[in-house]
């Protein structure tokens, strides 16, 4: 379905690679979640995988494969064909993409030919309803909604056309916790009923065990492990565990979450050394001089010398 093949990019200045030499597939069916901290480069790889960098980034290296079509060697014209129909992007702060004049029901028609009016008309009062979104929603101006409401109209307009591939980047970071599972269940339905594959961006790393069947870890623009979704809990990577450990849960009574100390890195040029050794406990000498490959270990992969046990 979705093949990303030695991506790497770069700042229009070129001081800056958001991704590195990044390489990951979302199989058809399947949900690929990407997590990690603010600045990893998630958002950056969300519209990459749509074959659009975001503004001031350029592709320096790699393709993007979807159905064997190189997403960056597309014209304009040609990636429109597929927007919305094959393949569905939810951007951060979706709920700001409403033209603050127009009612809603006004980008609902735009996205509805005439052939398809009736059922597609249907299809997005069903999927308000499974958001809990009353049906007059669709006459009400942008300012007369939450964010919330206006995040849950933004994913039932991406999933209108029951695309292939649907792009996700923190679908859920303007709802509460009734709303977010909400989407979390009609992703589910999404991916198991229609057979759309979604690659999945987020901070919520329980979301992403329960959604998706296999989570890569981003940090600095690389990949520090990828896994099976069952086996985020024992996890190998030292970052990995530091955002596991930075998890609120009620079984802890007298123990704080942990920070991971320090600030997430940048890439500067080719990384000739562990991105993440600055801040990992387990740092030796060859962390400080030489970048480890991603390697088999335990089911998954790993970039990391000195992994966890």
């Known amino acids: 379905m979705l093949k990303i093949t030695d991506l790497t990019l770069q700042t229009a200045d070129g001081k800056k690679y958001p991704l590195w030499n990044l390489s990951l597939a979302v ?8 997590v990690g901290e603010s600045g990893g480069g998630k958002s950056s ?10 503004p001031g980034q350029r592709v320096v290296d790699g393709q993007v494969l979807f159905d064997q079509q190189n997403m960056l060697a597309l014209s304009a014209a040609q990636r429109q064909t597929l927007y919305f129909r094959q393949i569905s992007l939810l951007p951060q702060e979706a709920m700001q993409c409403f033209h603050p004049t127009r009612r809603l029901r006004t980008a609902l028609e735009e996205l509805c030919p005439s052939e398809k009016r009736t059922r597609l008309l249907q299809r997005a009062a069903d999927l308000a309803t499974a958001l809990d979104l009353p049906a007059q929603v669709w006459d009400k101006y942008p300012h007369q909604l939450s964010g919330g409401q206006k995040q849950r109209l933004s994913l039932v307009l991406a999933l209108l056309h029951q695309p292939r591939l649907v792009i996700l980047d923190e679908p859920t970071s303007a709802l ?4 977010q599972r909400l989407v979390e269940q009609v992703l589910a339905r999404t991916k198991e009923e229609q057979g759309s594959s979604l690659l999945l961006c987020t901070h919520d790393l329980e979301m992403a065990a329960r959604l998706a069947d296999s989570i890569a870890v981003l940090y600095a623009g ?10 985020l809990a024992i996890a190998c990577h030292p970052y990995t565990r530091g955002l596991l450990a930075s998890l609120p849960r009620l079984s802890r009574q007298k123990q704080c979450c942990r920070s991971i100390p320090g600030q997430a890195s940048v890439l500067h040029g080719p990384p000739a050394a562990c991105s993440f050794a600055p801040r990992c406990p387990v740092a030796q000498e060859r962390c400080q001089r030489e ?6 270990l335990a089911g998954g992969q790993v970039r990391c010398f000195y992994p966890c046990s």
């Open 27 to 34: 199989p058809p069916g399947q949900c690929l979640a990407v």
């Open 291 to 296: 970048n480890p490959p991603l390697r088999p």
């Open 176 to 179: 509460d916790v009734l709303g």
């Open 45 to 54: 790889l969300a519209w990459a995988a749509l074959g659009y960098p975001r």
């Open 222 to 231: 690389q990949i520090v492990e990828l896994l099976p979704a069952g086996k």
